[in-house]
């Protein structure tokens, strides 16, 4: 059913590598990963119309990282990235649209 397995996942200098089952290889900066966070708490920053959003800064973005990547049952990951954000969970077919 679930076609989009990675058979490799490694962290480059500011990108997330995956390669696929099927052959494709895809890659996908950090920063679109965490813009794209599918967890409820972005989820929520990202439809809120507040004008006062402080949004973050060059340097957050240039010293994001991945500290951690946990396999979340045959279908997900879930990202810890060095700010201390760990709440997002990225579906296998979310990131392989992602990084087409
Ligand atoms: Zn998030």
């Known amino acids: 059913m679930n076609e989009n397995q990675p058979v490799e996942i490694r962290r480059l200098t500011n990108s997330l590598f995956i390669q696929w089952k099927d052959g494709v290889e895809s890659e996908c900066t950090y920063r679109t990963l965490r813009e794209k966070c599918p967890c409820a708490r972005c989820d929520a920053v990202r439809n809120e119309e507040n004008p ?38 990225y579906t296998y077919d979310f990131l392989r649209e992602l990084t087409v």
Do not use: C, M
Not at 58 to 66: R, V
């Open 52 to 89: 006062l959003q402080i949004l973050p800064t060059d340097e957050f973005w240039e010293k994001l990282q991945i500290v951690n990547i946990q396999k979340v049952g045959r279908y997900a990951i879930r990202i810890q990235w060095s700010d201390g954000h760990k709440t997002g969970i």
